[in-house]
């Protein structure tokens, strides 16, 4: 564009573009890193109640198929919560169409296979937002979405009117006065900070559905959720024995409930079934491998027997020959002591057990020994038995991550006065045949939602919730809480960075 005569004039465009220069230069890394950080904790609030919903959704249309439902009943609040779910999509569509569009704007590209754009250029969303008009079309759809989820019933609105998530109302200005809504949102605004605005609005949208959907679902019951898939546990004391030892299974049967029967049978043999499961204990014969068949059934939902199948292995030693046994499974861990028996069956005067990959020690008794490892892989132990070399390869792992938890809930809805009254968080492993703890070191939580007009950030050290008293006390139904780069240390001694869960309070 070719500058104006008036030198006037020619001196305030200079000064323009010199300004515009500066403010970018002023946009530093930190600033952009902050934003993308803010922005993948709202894309991950947005995923943890799309989730919350699906389950609202599944059960009601889980009471349409219920004879003992008032279907008429069930009909008119299930299609009033497909009406709120179709509202969002639509509006969630067309924001993340803005998103495209505003990242296009900042030079979108793909480079290796992930998107690349100038996250700090301030004229993106300037032009997207006030030259071609978004930002009105947006602040209309927006309002628009809001009278229309009001609309759906009268006592809906009666209920949100006053506290519907989404709204247009720009924030007051420093000077003390308001601006418009475009201007103060999207003008001169980094891409990376206008993308995590979007992302405050569809996250706003989401609450608002999930507060909608949750209240059309309290008008017929409470949410159910139906077991739809079933097998057998199956637990052995060795995989490998010695002619003469005794081999122990323990079976159940997986989704076990206190009302639904079942029943399990080891190789043809019926076992009494205590607390969803039972025993099977066996004396083993003849070298070599052998397969036990555990096979079971439930009385399903819908009343009808589910059968279950599984098959398990073991290995039976030959007496004159060496053998290697672990404690408690086929595998070594990583920051724990690994019990292990070693069979000589030539006498312990003519036997020397060495290992590769870990440190053996001994555990006192004859053949007892304690497995130490520290690297992910392969690791074996050889046993030199009356000059008789035999040689076992064990794999090594690290133990597993724990999961986050707070209160009795790894994530998802949860009562907001329960949340509330929870002094500290904990990382559990589940499922583990170790005694290994893990203890939290920090993790940065992120409120939004109800109650929080803007998402407010705080962080954590150690499993104490006290320096999140402000926020936790400002939580009430319809806020999301989320926790984000959760690390915690080991028994090992490593710190590692676990996923970390979303609440829906309610």
């Given amino acids: 564009m070719a500058l104006p005569r008036e030198p006037r004039q020619k001196m305030i465009n200079i000064m323009y573009l010199v300004l515009t220069a500066i403010l970018a230069l002023n946009v530093s890394a930190e600033v952009i890193n902050a934003f993308r950080v803010v922005d993948t904790s709202l894309r991950t609030s947005n995923d943890n109640i799309a989730g919350s919903n699906k389950t609202l959704y599944e059960s009601l249309a889980g009471k349409l198929n219920d004879p003992k439902q008032n279907q008429e009943k069930v009909k008119e609040w299930n299609d009033k919560a497909l009406k709120a779910k179709a509202l969002s999509a639509e509006i969630d569509t067309y924001i993340n169409g803005l998103k495209q569009q505003l990242k296009e704007g900042a030079g979108l590209r793909i480079v290796d296979g992930k998107e690349d754009f100038k996250a700090d250029n301030l004229d993106a969303s300037t032009r997207l937002f006030e030259t071609n008009g978004r930002g009105k079309e947006l602040q209309a759809k927006l309002d628009g979405y809001k009278n229309s989820m009001l609309s759906i019933d009268p006592e ?48 706003n949208v989401k609450n608002a559905e999930s507060q909608i959907v949750t209240y059309c679902h309290n008008q017929i019951g409470a949410v159910e959720v139906h077991m739809d898939q079933a097998n057998i546990l199956v637990g052995q004391n060795s995989n490998y024995l010695m002619p003469g030892q005794e081999l122990v299974v323990t079976a159940g049967v997986g989704a076990y409930s206190s009302t639904v029967k079942s029943s399990i049978t080891v190789n043809g043999s019926p076992i009494n079934m205590v607390a969803g499961q039972g025993e099977y204990k066996t004396t083993v014969s003849g070298a070599g491998n052998h397969t036990i068949e555990v096979n079971g059934s439930f009385i399903g939902e819908d009343g009808k027997p589910v059968p279950v199948h599984k098959t398990i292995e073991y290995t039976v030693g030959t007496p004159g020959g060496a053998a290697v046994m672990l404690d408690k499974m086929n595998v070594f861990y990583i920051g724990v002591p690994n019990p292990v028996t070693v069979s000589s069956g030539t006498g312990w005067d003519k036997t020397k057990v060495s290992m590769s990959g870990g440190t053996l020690t001994s555990a006192g008794g004859p053949g007892k020994y304690t497995v130490s490892v520290s690297t992910v892989g392969k690791s074996s132990i050889t046993v030199n038995a009356d000059g008789k070399a035999s040689t076992y390869e064990f794999r090594v792992k690290r133990i597993p991550d724990p999961v986050f938890k707070v209160g009795p809930s790894a994530g998802g809805r949860m009562q907001s006065v329960v949340f509330k009254n929870q002094q500290f968080c904990r990382a559990e492993l589940e499922n583990f045949d170790f005694d290994a703890h893990f203890n939290v070191i920090s993790a940065t939580v992120y409120f939004a939602g109800a109650n929080f007009s803007n998402v407010q950030m705080a962080t954590i050290n150690g499993s104490n919730l006290g320096a999140l008293s402000a926020q936790l006390a400002k939580c009430i139904p319809g806020t999301s809480v989320t926790f984000d780069n959760v690390k915690v240390q080991g028994p090992d001694g490593t710190v590692r960075v676990i996923q970390g869960p979303g609440f829906i309070l309610f």
Avoid: R, Y
């Fill in 156 to 203: 809906i609105k009666k209920q949100f009117q006053n506290n519907f998530p989404v709204s247009t109302d720009p924030p007051v200005s420093q000077e003390g006065g308001k601006k418009d809504f475009t201007t103060s949102f999207f003008h001169m605004t980094p891409t990376i900070a206008a993308l995590t605005m979007l992302s405050k609005f569809q996250n």
